[in-house]
């Protein structure tokens, strides 16, 4: 099949592309870049996307697919789905199943359920046996059966002896090492600690339990020459410390999620369990903070945590209930709407946080816009304004705090692997 994107704007800052034109993709590869004829627009079939972006798959570094074992809150192929729905080609999965993704069977099981389907999954093994923190796993293992990074997701890695092995590993298999960062023995309440959580009467973690895993990992980093990864950073400290240690040719690199650039700690007055994150919604000052290492590259990437559960757990009590949004369907939306309309990032900066920077971290090839090249793109409008309802959400799960929210900028196509999703739909190229 041969389709033709009439007249998007082509924007790679990793070639230095940014040019209007039309593409032509015949069987899934870019067959022609402009020039093109009469006869090829009578042999395809043509896509209007006339002052649309054209860019290089987005690529989400932070995805929780839940299955194995929790398959009523996603699947891998639900997942994918909405992945696709959010503009996404690519996506990286984190350890926290059940079982664990800590056995090279796991992520053969991941990578053989996601063969088929037009978004690439990329399994991020977990760092310990089944993340308790006590060995490490079969690394070596893992990374032959495809994993492309290691975590303890959902905890930090539990010692620094024991972390300090885990990047020796990496450091040899060139991978990097992803941390939630926080301290289990301060990360005890329900919400950011602060005059908020006070006046709620709930139980608060502080910056610091963040900041300190941040401190300890920049030190063992260094100590060891491996690369970290600090996921989901969300306090003013820890933004300052990662800055600091770039500043140090330290290998360091971090990602912010949306919800922690948009929301603060007073959207928990409600007592709505969708605003219940973990690392917690901070302050006003942290969200700037964020906003700011953005800006400046101190923060290299964008990712959604997208972490889905089911209705049944988030209506519990706010204490009882799991942490975690779905973020793969607003995303886009969201950091369209607060950074680039507001000026924040150009759209040049904001492609590098959502298709280049995650696959430099990750040592996976970046697409190209070029003739000859797999076609692996993401279509957006940056001026769309739409209304999210999750309703029409593709995950399985609704748990989402954007509901109805008014937001400018949409994915309106994704291409990748010879399928195209399009108009709610998904069809082969």
């Not at 009469?38 to 972006?53: C, I, L, R």
């Not at 990750?362 to 993401?378: D, R, S, V, Y």
Request: charge should be negative; aromatic fraction near 6%.
């Amino acid at each position: 099949m041969k389709i033709i994107l009439k007249q998007v704007i082509l924007l790679n800052p990793y070639q230095n592309l940014n040019e209007k034109n039309d593409l032509l993709i015949e069987d899934g590869i870019i067959k022609k870049i402009g020039n093109l004829t009469e006869e090829d627009f009578k042999t395809s079939e043509v896509f209007d996307f006339e002052n649309k972006y054209c860019v290089p798959g987005l690529f989400d570094m932070h995805v929780h697919l839940r299955e194995p074992g929790r398959e009523d809150e996603e699947t891998i192929e639900t997942g994918c789905i909405a992945a696709a729905a959010g503009g996404f080609t690519e996506i990286a999965c984190m350890p926290n199943t059940n079982p664990n993704i800590d056995s090279a069977e796991v992520v053969r099981y991941i990578k053989d359920k996601s063969k088929d389907l037009l978004v690439e999954v990329y399994p991020i093994g977990a760092a310990t046996l089944e993340r308790k923190g006590e060995a490490i796993a079969p690394m070596y293992e893992l990374v032959e059966a495809g994993a492309v990074a290691f975590s303890d997701d959902g905890n930090s890695i539990k010692t620094a002896g024991i972390l300090r092995h885990v990047m020796e590993y990496a450091r040899m298999l060139n991978v990097p090492i992803i941390e939630h960062c926080e301290d289990e023995s301060l990360a005890c309440g329900a919400m950011n600690e602060g005059v908020v959580s006070t006046i709620l009467g709930l139980p608060g973690i502080p910056n610091v339990a963040e900041d300190l895993i941040v401190i300890r990992d920049i030190l063992m980093a260094e100590f060891t020459g491996a690369k970290i990864h600090i996921a989901h950073i969300s306090s003013k400290n820890a933004v300052e410390f990662v800055r600091q240690a770039k500043k140090k040719n330290i290998q360091i690199t971090a990602e912010a999620t949306p919800h922690h650039f948009t929301l603060t700690d007073e959207s928990l007055k409600t007592y709505d369990t969708n605003f219940k994150m973990s690392p917690p919604l901070r302050t006003g000052e942290d969200v700037q903070a964020i906003i700011e290492g953005l800006k400046d590259g101190t923060i290299d990437c964008i990712a959604s945590d997208h972490a889905p559960h089911s209705i049944e757990e988030k209506e519990m009590e706010f204490i009882y209930a799991p942490n975690g949004i779905v973020g793969l369907e607003t995303q886009l939306g969201l950091a369209l709407s607060e950074l680039v309309h507001k000026k924040h990032l150009t759209l040049s900066q904001l492609v590098e946080k959502f298709s280049i920077n995650p696959r430099k971290i990750l040592n996976i090839p970046i697409p190209l816009i070029k003739e000859g090249e797999n076609a692996n793109l993401t279509i957006f409008d940056k001026d769309l304004i739409w209304t999210v309802d999750i309703s029409k959400f593709k995950s399985k799960s609704k748990n989402s705090p954007f509901d109805k929210h008014l937001l400018t900028g949409k994915s309106v196509a994704v291409i990748n692997k010879r399928k195209m999703f399009f108009d709610d739909k998904f069809f082969s190229i």
